[in-house]
């Protein structure tokens, strides 16, 4: 996305690199966190989880919401699934 501006279309390329930027992070015994910003919500939440991320930011998505409360622990509940949704 391009930096400073909210409610960006996420960009689906950066699924393959996020798979291999983990991949080296698992290589190197990394503890590094993987954070993802633009056009996240329950979809494309999914998708960056199961590429690797572990960190999701997710502006729009929560405050148009029409539960806010409920945005954030579906978003949550993505890291709880993380097994789940590796072996999708």
């Known amino acids: 996305v391009n930096p400073g501006f909210g409610g960006q279309k996420f960009i689906p390329v950066i699924l393959k690199k996020l798979t291999q930027l983990k991949q080296i992070l698992e290589d190197r015994d ?8 633009g056009g996240i919500n329950l979809q494309t939440g999914r998708e960056v989880v199961k590429a690797g991320a572990n960190v999701l ?29 590796k072996g999708d």
């Open 57 to 85: 930011v997710a502006g729009s998505f929560i405050y148009k919401a029409p539960d806010v409360r409920q945005a954030v622990l579906d978003l949550k509940a993505l890291g709880s699934q993380n097994q789940d949704i």
């Open 30 to 37: 990394s503890g590094a966190y993987l954070q993802v910003d």
